[in-house]
């Protein structure tokens, strides 16, 4: 059962920026295609960037492209979101999730329902 721990929220201002972090335990981090998603109040869940296991390839939300960037380091089990020229249109819970690969180093869709395990979530709160 692999277990999801999200860290690196809180309150910036328009513009800046933020990194969070998503730390795996309980699994073989490498058999696994991470993503992050976001929901804020009354929306439903948002894809916003995956990553394969390798980490060779990455997919982005149209609206987050060029801004954030996922990445991660298997030796850590850590799998990161790096959020720059930040908006208030991000402000949300931002949430790690997993999808058993086992030996397919490729992108899971970007369905909630696609993946197995979800992250607790940490709160992004951007001011205008």
């Known amino acids: 059962q692999l277990q999801l721990v999200e860290s690196g929220g809180g309150s910036v201002q328009a513009g800046g920026s933020l990194r969070l972090s998503c730390a795996a335990s309980?699994?073989?981090?490498?058999?696994?295609?991470m993503a992050w998603f976001r929901q804020a109040p009354g929306k439903e869940r948002e894809f916003v960037g995956g990553?394969?296991?390798?980490?060779?390839?990455?997919d982005y939300a149209d609206s987050v492209k060029g801004r954030f960037t996922i990445s991660r380091n298997n030796a850590a089990n850590i799998v990161t979101l790096q959020m720059n020229n930040l908006k208030p249109e991000d402000t949300a819970v931002y949430l790690c999730?997993?999808?058993?690969?086992?030996?397919?180093?490729?992108?899971?869709?970007?369905?909630?329902?696609?993946?197995?395990?979800w992250g607790q979530g940490t709160q992004i709160t951007v001011s205008a």
């Open positions: 990553i394969t296991p390798t980490g060779r390839s990455t």
């Open positions: 999730a997993a999808d058993f690969r086992r030996f397919v180093d490729r992108l899971t869709g970007t369905s909630p329902s696609e993946y197995d395990y």
């Open positions: 309980g699994g073989t981090f490498t058999s696994y295609a």
